[in-house]
């Protein structure tokens, strides 16, 4: 493991910097990287950059053969478990993405299942003790950009829930021991987005009917509160190409058979909230190392 540092601003504005910038997201399951950030962890490896994805759970709860969900007949949850492993590698590899570390939690499933309370899931980790060993990492990785959830996870997924406790309180301790993270940003998408879904797809000549209205919190963020739209229309195919190595799974079907034209229109840029900032960038950015080149 590298010896920890302190990396001033100033440094990185004057170029100082030993080493390539440095991209970390952290994320709950097999599949989320591709989702939410695929764009960006394309961009700044295509850039040069180091990027790192940290996947917090092992995906368990996850689709068997032919769509099979935890605890029907067929369902082998460590079956689950490589399946969606070398899933996860083969996404990263579209990505481009320079390491990546799983921390092997058990996934907890959806909010109210039965193995959210299961021995050792990744819901019943005391916060402390994950913060530690993906602090560990931030120590060793340097991130000049770190990328999580917000509070509710995106979605109110308790796996994301605790990826979002876990990475903030894993930002808190590297800095109190003197190693800050320049910025942390939680992704997100535009409020405004969601609420227009359906006019972005039958703009895409899509049939879409609007789903019903559920008793939970709205996706997205306020557009006002997000600070960071980045322009990742020149990866979309390499986003589509991550999303598809999760073929196991049923979540990434409906993107997927948007095609890849359609799929680039809907998915070319991704969005920010930026919460931690040490360099003096402006408050609306189009790049997330604004400030650190």
Known sequence: MTASRTVTPDAYANGMSDRPLTLMAVHAH????????????????????????????????????DGVKPGEPGHDPDAVVATR???????????????????????SGMMGWPT?????????????????????LIRRYQPDVVVTYDENGGYGHPDHIQVHRV???AVELVGSAGT???????????????????EHMRELGIEWDEPEPV?????????EQITAWVDVTAFTDQKYDALAAHGSQSDGAFFLNLGRER???????????????????????????????
């Open 215 to 223: 008793d939970a919190p709205p996706m997205g963020m306020p557009d």
């Open 180 to 198: 800050a993270v320049p910025k942390v940003y939680w992704s997100t998408v535009p409020r405004s987005w969601m609420e227009n879904i359906g």
């Open 263 to 293: 799929f680039g229109q809907l998915m070319g840029t991704e969005t920010f909230v930026r919460v931690r900032d040490t360099t003096g960038a402006p408050t609306q950015e189009d790049d997330l190392f604004t400030g650190l080149r």
């Open 30 to 65: 097999p599949d989320d990287e591709a989702t939410g950030t695929g764009g960006v962890l394309a961009r700044y490896a295509a850039e040069g950059f180091t990027t790192i994805v940290v996947t917090c759970t092992d995906g368990r709860c996850g689709d068997g053969p």
């Open 85 to 107: 492993r070398a899933e996860l590698e083969a996404s990263c590899a579209a990505l481009k993405v320079t390491h990546l570390e799983a921390l092997g939690y058990p996934d």
């Open 116 to 136: 959210n309370e299961a021995p050792g899931s990744f819901w019943t980790t005391p916060v402390p003790e994950a913060a530690g060993r993906l602090a560990e």
């Open 167 to 169: 990475t903030m309180a």
